[in-house]
């Protein structure tokens, strides 16, 4: 068995190879990234869990710094610039949701996300609670 973050993790339940509970991104130390919630589709308030949870390494956004940053629909900003630095240079990636109580749920039995790479592009098309409906949350995720 892997370490949390070192690999990607597909979501059994689906009965189809293409649909991830969590993601990694692989990139060079000291990478930049542009982050943008393109659109959501859901009574809970959407967001994106992206950390370093694989080795040593940081994350900064606007000059804050940790290993782990929720970028929820309400407050993300568009074109959210991301720098990244691990020796590993692995990111973790994966849906969340804020329940009326506040509360973050996230990687449930029906949660999934479709992704589509083109070259250093990726959308992500989000599902919290459906097996059709890949609509919940659509992301994007660029290497610049």
């Given at each position: 068995?892997?370490?949390?973050?070192?690999?990607?993790?597909?979501?059994?339940?689906?009965?189809?190879?293409?649909?991830?509970?969590?993601?990694?991104?692989e990139f060079q130390d000291n990478t930049?990234?542009?982050?943008?919630?393109?659109?959501?589709?859901?009574?809970?308030?959407?967001?994106?869990?992206?950390?370093?949870?694989?080795?040593?390494?940081?994350?900064?956004?606007?000059?804050?710094?940790?290993?782990?940053?929720?970028?929820?629909?309400?407050?993300?900003?568009?074109?959210?610039?991301?720098?990244?630095?691990?020796?590993?240079?692995?990111?973790?990636?994966?849906?969340?949701?804020?329940?009326?109580?506040?509360?973050?749920?996230?990687?449930?039995?029906?949660?999934?996300?479709?992704?589509?790479?083109?070259?250093?592009?990726?959308?992500?098309?989000?599902?919290?609670?459906?097996?059709?409906?890949?609509?919940?949350?659509?992301?994007?995720i660029e290497i610049t």
């Open positions: 068995m892997s370490n949390i973050g070192e690999s990607k993790v597909y979501n059994k339940i689906y009965n189809r190879d293409d649909v991830l509970l969590w993601d990694v991104i930049t990234l542009k982050v943008n919630i393109i659109s959501t589709n859901s009574k809970y308030k959407q967001g994106i869990r992206i950390a370093v949870d694989f080795g040593d390494g940081l994350i900064d956004i606007n000059g804050l710094t940790g290993k782990e940053f929720y970028l929820m629909e309400d407050t993300c900003p568009k074109d959210a610039i991301v720098k990244v630095s691990s020796k590993r240079g692995k990111l973790s990636v994966y849906n969340v949701y804020e329940r009326t109580d506040g509360n973050l749920r996230s990687l449930g039995d029906y949660s999934g996300m479709i992704v589509k790479e083109n070259g250093k592009y990726r959308e992500y098309r989000c599902t919290t609670s459906s097996i059709d409906d890949f609509n919940t949350l659509v992301f994007s």
